[in-house]
């Protein structure tokens, strides 16, 4: 069983609209939890990183919160503009360095 | 550009041939990953090199594949007589440090099509 679950696993949103994706992860003992953003035949690019300590992290437009009690992570899009249409990929790394991947939330913004 | 770059971008190759990818990490990086993702999934670790010792294999690399990175910077995965279930993007990613928190960069990936 996969150690990080993402919700919903595609979504389609209108442009100017908010959208929020989850991640729940079982990756034990945890260092830090990472957002990607991947756009359709490129790698992988960072948007956040969080450790135990921190419950919110922003970068630009990107917002992502992390509860480490409960294992739950979320990533919230304000404003969606068509460049946001990307594969959202959540990724727990462990306390010896290990990155644990979730199979991503497939975001489709449209006019 | 001085992020990681990867080569080809495309591979289409028949069942059983072999094949074999290239990727430059960000100068100076001293890790270096390969992952393989298929199509809807997150990347799945294959293996990875600190300096140019390979220090993890997953059990996903058969013994079809085998990385190398002989001088310490450009890495290559080989594939041996492919099948078509190794049609995948392979990633490549380089960080800078041991340290937990380093980031990984990530390359765009090759696409192999095994047909």
Request: glycine content about 6%; overall charge positive.
């Amino acid at each position: 069983k996969n150690q990080v679950e993402q919700s919903p696993q595609s979504l389609i949103i209108l442009e100017g609209k908010n959208c929020t994706l989850q991640c729940n992860y079982t990756v034990s003992p945890f260092s830090n939890l990472r957002w990607y953003k991947q756009d359709t035949g490129r790698g992988p690019v960072s948007l956040t990183i969080m450790t135990f300590s921190e419950n919110t992290k922003s970068n630009g437009r990107y917002t992502a919160t992390l509860d480490a009690d409960t294992k739950q992570s979320s990533l919230h899009i304000t404003a969606s503009q068509l460049s946001d249409s990307a594969s959202y990929i959540c990724v727990v790394t462990d306390s010896w360095g290990k990155l644990q991947f979730g199979a991503g939330t497939q975001v489709v913004v449209t006019p | 550009d001085t992020g990681v770059s990867q080569d080809p971008r495309h591979k289409i190759t028949k069942r059983g041939q072999n094949v074999t990818f290239r990727c430059d990490p960000i100068s100076e990086h001293n890790r270096l990953y390969w992952y393989r993702q298929t199509l809807g999934q997150g990347p799945e670790f294959l293996t990875y090199f600190q300096n140019e010792a390979q220090l993890e294999k997953s059990r996903l690399l058969s013994d079809r594949f085998s990385a190398e990175r002989p001088k310490g910077s450009f890495s290559t995965l080989e594939i041996q007589r492919t099948e078509q279930g190794d049609s995948a993007m392979y990633l490549c990613a380089s960080s800078p440090s041991r340290e937990i928190r380093s980031e990984q960069y990530f390359g765009p990936g090759t696409r192999l099509t095994v047909t």
